[in-house]
Nanobody, 123 residues
Framework: QVLLVESGGGLVQAGGSLRLSCAAS????????VGWFRQAPANAREFVAD????????SYAESVKGRFSISRDNAKNTVYLQMNSLKPEDTGVYYC????????????????WGQGTQVTVSS
C-alpha cells in the first residue's frame, strides 16, 4: 500500500519560510515524479511544483517561481518543498502526490496522495 506523509506545515508571518517534507512510508518512490499541490478553502486543488525521479527536472507554478524550491533525497525516500518569501495567498493545505506516468501539472494524473499539511501565512 502506498503511503505518503507530509510534514512541516505551520503558521508563519508573511515574508517567512517553511520547508515541507513528503516521506514515502513503508516503500520507495520508485522511479516516479513527485508533485506538490495546494488547496485553499473553497478553491480547487492547484499545482505548485513537481520533480523528476533524478531530480534533474523541475517545474513550478508561475505564482511560486523564484520563491519555492522542490528537491528530493531518494536515499531517504523524501521530497522537500522549500518555501521562502511566503505570502498570505500561499495559505492552504499542501499535498504531495506521486505520478507513475511522468511529469504533469494536472491533479488527475497523480496516482497516490498524502493527507496534507496546513500552511497558514499571516499578514
Amino acid at each position: 500500500q502506498v503511503l505518503l506523509v507530509e510534514s512541516g506545515g505551520g503558521l508563519v508571518q508573511a515574508g517567512g519560510s517553511l520547508r515541507l517534507s513528503c516521506a514515502a512510508s513503508g516503500r520507495t518512490f520508485r522511479r516516479d515524479d513527485v508533485g506538490w499541490f495546494r488547496q485553499a478553502p473553497a478553491n480547487a486543488r492547484e499545482f505548485v511544483a513537481d520533480i523528476s525521479w533524478s531530480g534533474g527536472s523541475t517545474s513550478y507554478a508561475e505564482s511560486v517561481k523564484g520563491r519555492f524550491s522542490i528537491s528530493r533525497d531518494n536515499a531517504k525516500n523524501t521530497v522537500y518543498l522549500q518555501m521562502n518569501s511566503l505570502k498570505p495567498e500561499d495559505t492552504g493545505v499542501y499535498y504531495c502526490a506521486e505520478n507513475c506516468a511522468g511529469p504533469s501539472i494536472h491533479v488527475v494524473d497523480y496516482d497516490y496522495w498524502g493527507q496534507g499539511t496546513q500552511v497558514t501565512v499571516s499578514s
